[in-house]
């Protein structure tokens, strides 16, 4: 005699559901209660290790937070295929979410993004960065054509002497200096947040600078009508627990840069006078 059977195995955990269904044939003519049958259904459970360069950020899972830090979690699981990873890092100056990444099919390990999340998570990281480079940017066109180097902002010493050598270099070449910035756009798809060699938070992030600068010889009148120019800049900041704020620490101005066309794109008017 024929008998056909569905067997059913299901696992329901915290971070997934899991189940096989298998159709067994077993022919028999013998009902006693001696024969038994066995059959085997695999689930397959599914389990990685989860990076991140900030071991005490909690993972978060398909939008939803375990309650996992990253340094907790050298097999985690078990998952289904397509789980997506971001996680929550606490900071300084408040917590910060990371952008989400997909497990993939064959990998058994996921790292988590450097990159935040352009959600309204991030706002406050968003708009501190974006402020401290805004009032660099105005203190540099003051401090330029004032000639007194005690009036750059938020930048690192280093930095500072850079810049303080442009203003001998016009001392020396009897120049002045004008212009203003007239307006930022920062991509914030590209703030990576990072851990320096010291374990100092820095940031990495990309905008566009407009602005209205010249150069001229001190017994000349101020140029009139000067066009206004956009340079990409990727600006690098560290966070400075005695001032509470982000310091910058480098400012690059390479031929290429990272401008996501699906970025969160935020623009700011500084026209301050004119030039």
Known sequence: MLSIYKIKAEYRGPYCTLEK???????STDFSNDNQYT???????????????????????????????VKDASEFGPLSDESEFSAKIKLPWGEVRTASVKLGSWS?????????STDDTN????????????????SYRTAMTSQDSNKFLHI????????????ED???????FTGKVTKTEFNFKTLQL??????????????????????????ETPPQDISEKVTGQVYTLVWDE??????????????????PEDGKIKEYKLDEGSV
């Not at 599914?46 to 005490?56: A, C, G, I, L, T």
């Open 39 to 69: 059959a085997e259904l695999y689930l397959y459970p599914r389990y990685v290790e989860v990076e991140s360069d900030f071991e005490d950020a909690e993972i978060i899972l398909n939008g939803k937070p375990t309650g996992v830090l």
């Open 194 to 219: 990072f851990k320096n060699e010291e374990g100092k938070i820095s940031i990495k992030i990309t905008a566009k600078i407009y602005y209205k600068d010249a150069i001229y010889n001190s017994d």
């Open 21 to 27: 269904i298998d159709e067994e044939k077993i022919y």
């Open 170 to 176: 016009l001392k020396g070449n009897n120049q002045k």
């Open 156 to 167: 690192s010493d280093e930095l500072r002497q850079i810049f303080s050598n442009r203003i």
């Open 123 to 138: 706002n406050l990281t968003f708009d501190k960065v974006a402020s401290v480079i805004n009032d660099f940017e105005k």
């Open 242 to 259: 005695s001032a509470k704020n982000f310091i910058i620490v480098g400012i690059e101005a390479p031929w290429f840069y990272d401008w």
């Open 108 to 116: 058994n390990s996921v790292t988590i993004p450097n990159t935040l």
